[in-house]
């Protein structure tokens, strides 16, 4: 079975990766052995926040900070500019098949599932931000039973900020309290003009404007998001909860209602057992029932560690999963330093050249591979609040990298 290009992996610059190639007209086939780490993220994208030099000091403008990264950080070896067009493409694209997200001039603050402030550079509209709380008398809202939204965490940060802030439970629409079931729930309510109603005769009256745990459904939150605030006459805005991430699931879900649309192979539950190039260039991989599969590009997006990109061997030292491609690591993960090797772990991955290629056996660069994502080397995505940016910026980088070569490829 021959296609044009192969994505492993359904992490969000995966998804990213088989979209642009779609677009550009390529038959395109996904392998993911399940759910991405879209399971772990919250709402909008977070470009660049906090300064890779100290992890600790605030970023306001992430575009331009780029230019002070390392050289070898993924936003330098695509560069700014491709970064702005991955973004720009990412925000019409996004808009077009799921919710518009607004790109600020700089990095707003957002409140993570415990309260915190995170900087975070394009916001969806229900996002819940500290400047539109500013000043404001803010209800939040719990569900009885429902225990992965720590609203009084959140209440004493706001509180923090001097908004004044208090928490009020009422009851779920329906028995069942883990967070895809409340989205669930929301989606099949047939009367929502009467369950807010419910829920306004117990909001303070020197409310302006009330939190909700992002669980407000799935397919259907932003009209249940839009009714709240008609019935309760205020702005209704959605808090990150605990993990599984309701917003990030429907990213996820509306990325694969549109590459199903458009005609693309999606492979779930199926990992990469061997692959081997042959004398054309070709690309052939083998998943675990042994089923063949030819392609003239590939993309590899299976995450860092956790989603099983990489994985730690006894010695530890890491290792690229799919191909076995060369791996950059500062030092092995057994160093006497917590510290050094919680750094080394974070930044470890795959080296590229600035066309996202990788290197395998010590050998040049594999011309018809890229790497893009968790899979890379020279980031930390945690400490820099940088994860959705990047992801984009190197998902679209490679699919524009894989098309060029593509290209060149049928052309010859």
């Known amino acids: 079975m021959k296609t044009d290009a192969i994505i492993i992996g359904s992490e969000l610059d995966g998804l990213v990766a088989a979209t642009r190639l779609c677009e550009r007209g390529y038959s395109v086939r996904l392998f993911s052995t399940g759910a991405g780490s879209l399971h772990y993220s919250s709402d909008g994208i977070h470009v660049l926040g906090f300064s890779q030099a100290t992890n600790e000091e605030y970023v306001s403008k992430p575009i331009e900070a780029i230019s002070q990264l390392n050289q070898d950080h993924p936003y330098q070896k ?12 990412y925000v019409n694209m996004i808009g077009d098949v799921h919710q518009h997200v607004l790109l600020n001039d700089c990095n707003k603050m957002v409140i993570s599932p415990a309260g915190l402030n995170i900087p975070i550079y394009g916001t969806s509209k229900h996002q819940a931000t500290i400047e539109q709380l500013d000043r404001e008398n803010v209800t939040i809202v719990v569900f009885r039973g429902h225990r992965d939204f720590p609203a009084e965490l959140i209440a004493v940060e706001l509180g923090k900020k001097d908004t004044p802030s208090r928490v009020i439970q009422v009851d779920a629409p329906s028995e069942f309290l883990e967070n895809a079931a409340l989205a669930k729930s929301f989606d099949a309510m047939e009367d929502l003009d009467a369950y807010f109603a419910t829920i306004g005769e117990a909001i303070p009256p020197e409310t302006n404007v009330v939190l909700f745990p992002a669980v407000m459904g799935f397919s259907r939150h932003q009209e249940v998001l839009v009714t709240a605030e008609r019935v309760l006459g205020m702005p209704c805005l959605e808090v990150p909860t605990l993990p599984p991430s309701i917003p990030g699931m429907r990213l996820e879900h509306a990325f694969a209602s549109h590459l199903k649309n458009n005609g693309m192979s999606v492979h779930l539950g199926a990992s990469i057992s061997r692959s081997s190039f042959d004398e054309n260039e070709s690309i052939v991989i083998w998943d675990s029932m042994d089923r063949q599969y030819e392609a003239s590009a590939l993309v590899i997006s299976s995450g860092g560690v956790l989603m099983g990109g990489l994985n730690v061997d006894s010695q530890g030292v890491i290792h690229e999963t799919s191909l076995g491609l060369d791996t950059y690591q500062s030092e092995p ?12 772990l974070h930044t470890a991955g795959v080296e590229t050249d600035n066309a996202l290629r990788p290197k395998r056996n010590g050998s040049g660069t594999i011309q018809n591979v890229f790497v893009t994502g ?19 910026a190197t998902g679209w980088a490679a699919a524009e990298n894989a098309h060029q070569y593509l290209e060149e490829h049928n052309n010859g």
């Open 374 to 392: 968790r899979t890379l080397a020279h980031w930390n995505p945690a400490a820099e609040s940088s994860s959705e940016g990047v992801c984009v």
């Open 78 to 89: 695509i560069g700014k500019d491709q970064a702005i067009d991955a973004l720009s493409w």
């Open 333 to 344: 993960l057994n160093a006497i330093s917590v510290d050094r090797s919680l750094h080394a």
